[in-house]
């Protein structure tokens, strides 16, 4: 395959408007994902009577295929983006909100210590030292999600949800493995572009943070 075998089968399968369909999807599902997770995180750690069982029943739906959850959401929602963008903040939740949850627990007690005897109160202590600490935790479940919702936005074109999922779609029906490699491959270039971001902000919130764990 040459550069005008890939030029041909980027524009006659429209790969930059798939492209911006897949980012919009993905962006969708991770923004509501990052904000449902950190919501849930704290509350499980001011609740943590219901921190064991809550992570536990996201656990067993992680567990469930991805494909069967789209399956199961068709008759709900129809085809299209939304049972996309639902089952990817479902997936991306669990690691969101653990991370958080784990995060704000485990800061190092000489902190918290520190906090108190110069008077700060609980919510002082949770947004000013719990949840900074935490920050490079929160990033390594957020970089997890990322993974996960770039998977399943992709596996949404089976069901019309458009993206990047489409072409490739398109050349498992036509049997054209030169249409699969192309969009496969770019695919996996965004996923690795997005990973790196999220990589790099993780670092450098460790290095600005340090450790989390006590």
């Not at 009577?49 to 199961?72: K, V």
């Not at 007690?109 to 935790?137: Q, T, V, W």
């Not at 596996?155 to 192309?182: E, S």
Request: net charge neutral; aromatic share 12%.
């Amino acid at each position: 395959m040459v550069f005008g075998d890939i030029i041909e089968i980027w524009n006659s399968y429209s790969l930059t408007e798939r492209t911006l369909e897949h980012l919009s999807m993905f962006f969708t599902a991770i923004f509501f994902a990052i904000l449902i997770g950190i919501l849930l995180g704290m509350f499980l750690f001011k609740n943590e009577r219901f921190a064991f069982s809550t992570l536990n029943f996201l656990n067993i739906l992680e567990t469930f295929p991805d494909i069967a959850l789209l399956i199961l959401l068709l008759p709900l929602v129809g085809i299209g983006e939304i049972p996309t963008i639902i089952a990817c903040v479902i997936y991306s939740v669990l690691p969101v909100s653990r991370n958080v949850y784990t995060g704000l627990k485990h800061v190092d007690s000489a902190f918290l210590e520190i906090a108190r005897a110069i008077g700060f109160k609980d919510n002082e202590i949770l947004y000013k030292i719990r949840l900074p600490l935490a920050m490079p935790m929160i990033a390594g479940g957020i970089r997890i999600a990322i993974v996960f919702t770039m998977g399943i936005v992709t596996l949404g074109g089976i069901f019309g949800a458009g993206g990047l999922g489409a072409p490739l779609q398109t050349g498992i029906n036509l049997i054209r493995p030169d249409i699969i490699y192309v969009a496969g491959i770019w695919v996996g270039i965004l996923a690795v572009i997005l990973d790196g971001f999220a990589g790099f902000i993780e670092k450098y919130l460790t290095r600005r943070y340090g450790t989390w764990q006590s």
